[in-house]
Nanobody
Framework: EVQLQASGGGLVQAGGSLRLSCAASGFSFDDYAIGWFRQAPGKEREGVSCFSSTDGSTYYGNSVKGRFTISSDNAKNMVYLQMNSLKPEDTAVYYC???????????????WGQGTQVTVSS
């Protein structure tokens, strides 16, 4: 059974940092690219970042490029999202997902984890 468990969200001031973690089980990172999406109140879910272990490619949404970094520990089946220089507009529920791609298409996702709330105060 595929499971994705996200953690690490919280409340942070603008300009601060947070690191999200996603514990994956039931599949190999070689089978699915894994990444992060987010959904703010009243907005559609959007892609944040995606990592493919098959070729080491990483992809980022335009709004987070240069501020967020995705990484993985394949031995532990963990994926991380380091978020720096956070802005109030980064406030959202962040979801770990398997099956992402460069297009960051929501409809392409095979598996979703539960979300973790990130709130950035101004």
């Amino acid at each position: 059974e595929v499971q994705l468990q996200a953690s690490g969200g919280g409340l942070v001031q603008a300009g601060g940092s947070l690191r999200l973690s996603c514990a994956a089980s039931g599949f190999s990172f070689d089978d699915y690219a894994i990444g992060w999406f987010r959904q703010a109140p009243g907005k559609e879910r959007e892609g944040v970042s995606c990592f493919s272990s098959t070729d080491g490619s990483t992809y980022y949404g335009n709004s987070v490029k240069g501020r967020f970094t995705i990484s993985s520990d394949n031995a532990k089946n963990m994926v991380y999202l380091q978020m720096n220089s956070l802005k109030p507009e980064d406030t959202a529920v962040y979801y770990c997902a398997a099956g992402c791609s460069q297009s960051m298409g929501v409809m392409l996702i095979d598996y979703w984890g539960q979300g973790t709330q990130v709130t950035v105060s101004s």
